[in-house]
């Protein structure tokens, strides 16, 4: 879907969001404010490896929500939830707000507001691998067609925040300990995503609102209208 994005509805909203950021965070970017992170090439190491944990995550949360039996309609209440979001955020709201994210605004000829984090980046990467900088090479030379195929570019919201967003409802109700870790998960990951240059900021805060209304939601509905054995 995320291939989808860029050609159906080329990027016009990363300016918007851009500016949406500094009003929300006191006339400053995000990045700015998490400088002692972007600075240091041990800490934009670690949280590229926990970014890149989290599709490891995803697998292991669906895994178990689907061989789970115990609590029915919580496990349908996470597939449901796991699906409407990719479907209305990943997809509907991604191409109504298209956006490509920090990293690529320079390319995309929108100005220089993210040069000082990138350069950071590259500095970070001559000591410790960086992925997110080689990843973002290839989707963006799959987007100008320097290579063949594509991953797509999508910044806005951030599916990687929603979902980990999601999984911590989801674990939270299975255990307190496990609601804990996916919390902290989430939270790091909140950060990842503006550190590493994927994400404005206000990206991740819709995807938190968005995956606890289509959770509280899809629970609401289960409630009312499932079957009595979903239900219980």
């Not at 050609?7 to 990045?31: E, K, M």
């Not at 178990?64 to 979001?85: E, G, N, P, W």
């Not at 992925?131 to 320097?146: M, N, R």
């Not at 990842?192 to 959770?215: E, K, P, Q, R, T």
């Amino acid at each position: 879907m995320k291939g989808a994005v860029a050609i159906l509805s080329p990027f016009a909203w990363d300016h918007a969001l851009a500016q949406a950021d500094r009003v929300l965070h006191f006339g400053r970017a995000p990045h700015e404010w998490l400088w002692f992170i972007v600075q240091s090439p041990l800490a934009v190491r670690s949280f590229n490896l926990a970014y890149n944990s989290w599709f490891v995550v995803l697998i292991a949360s669906v895994f178990i929500a689907c061989i789970t039996r115990r609590d029915t309609k919580l496990r349908h209440q996470f597939l449901m939830s796991f699906m409407l979001v990719w479907i209305l955020a990943g997809f509907f709201l991604a191409m109504g707000l298209s956006s490509a994210g920090p990293c690529f605004y320079e390319r995309l000829g929108l100005g220089s507001d993210y040069h000082s984090l990138m350069q950071a980046l590259a500095a970070a990467d001559r000591i410790y691998p960086i992925w997110a900088l080689s990843t973002q090479d290839i989707v963006w030379s799959g987007y100008i067609g320097a290579t063949p195929g594509s991953l797509g570019i999508s910044a806005f919201p951030s599916m990687h925040v929603a979902m980990a967003v999601l999984f911590a409802l989801y674990a939270t109700r299975r255990s307190w300990l496990a609601g804990l870790l996916m919390w902290a998960f989430a939270a790091i990951i909140m950060v990842g995503s503006v550190v590493l240059g994927w994400h404005y900021a206000v990206d991740g805060y819709a995807s938190v609102l968005i995956s606890i209304a289509i959770w509280k939601a899809c629970g609401y509905f289960l409630g009312k209208f499932a079957p009595e054995g979903v239900a219980a």
